[in-house]
């Protein structure tokens, strides 16, 4: 089966770095995804590995180990606008590019 | 804007009547798939279209049905909605054609039965 494990929640004061990790068994893997999700919104695509390293957009950076089946997201210069649920999700790869989305971690900035 | 657009954003039926989700998109992807999301949990896929092929996931109940009649609408049937049915349910789309394959989602449609 598919499982992704996240911590359930994370606090951190503005303007710090927050690391969200992700680890993942599953039965197909062609990348690991980021969806940040507000309360009561929708998810929006943050960021995508599909080769071991690092990728830097902005404040925000993914890193994936294949071999290790683990990523983590990494956020720098928290706003409280940051304060939001984060979800890995693997890509499985089959038709139609399926995504298992893991537990979600509740990201919340304080002052 | 290109978008993912879900009508109505709040649905409140009663426990065993039919309810229908709307979801259309101005993306021209050539995927579509409808999650259902429950409180402090994460999306659940329930199917996708591939084009106009139809793909259910092994768990997803008989009570949730689909119909896609044209690339830019996709319909999530709910046949006799219980009280465990209830949850926000997302509609996303795909283009499937390279790079990251990112989802794009729409901004749901909470489901309440009475």
């Known amino acids: 089966g598919q499982s992704l494990e996240q911590p359930s929640e994370v606090t951190a004061v503005e303007g710090a770095i927050v690391q969200i990790n992700c680890t993942y068994q599953?039965?197909?893997?062609?990348?690991l995804s980021w969806y940040q999700q507000h309360d009561g919104g929708a998810p929006t695509f943050l960021s995508y590995n599909a080769l071991d390293g690092l990728e830097e957009t902005g404040r925000f950076s993914s890193f994936l180990s294949r071999s290790d089946s683990y990523g983590y997201l990494l956020l720098q210069e928290l706003q409280m606008k940051d304060s939001a649920s984060y979800f890995c999700a693997v890509r499985d790869g089959g038709g139609g590019n399926k995504l298992t989305f893991g537990t979600g971690t509740q990201l919340k900035v304080e002052l | 804007d290109a978008m993912v657009i879900q009508n109505p954003r709040y649905q409140v039926t009663q426990f065993g009547k039919p309810v229908t989700l709307s979801c259309s998109q101005t993306l021209n992807h050539n995927v579509m798939y409808w999650y259902q999301q429950k409180s402090s949990q994460a999306p659940k896929l329930l199917f996708h279209?591939?084009?106009?092929?139809?793909?259910n996931e092994a768990d997803t109940p008989d009570n949730f049905q689909s119909r896609r009649p044209n690339t830019s609408f996709c319909f999530l049937d709910i046949r006799s909605p219980g009280l465990g049915d209830a949850a926000m349910y997302l509609c996303?789309?795909?283009?499937?054609?390279?790079?990251?394959?990112?989802?794009?989602f729409g901004p749901g449609t909470r489901l309440l039965v009475l």
């Open positions: 279209y591939y084009d106009k092929d139809f793909n």
């Open positions: 996303a789309t795909s283009s499937n054609g390279g790079g990251e394959e990112t989802q794009y």
């Open positions: 599953t039965s197909g893997f062609y990348g």
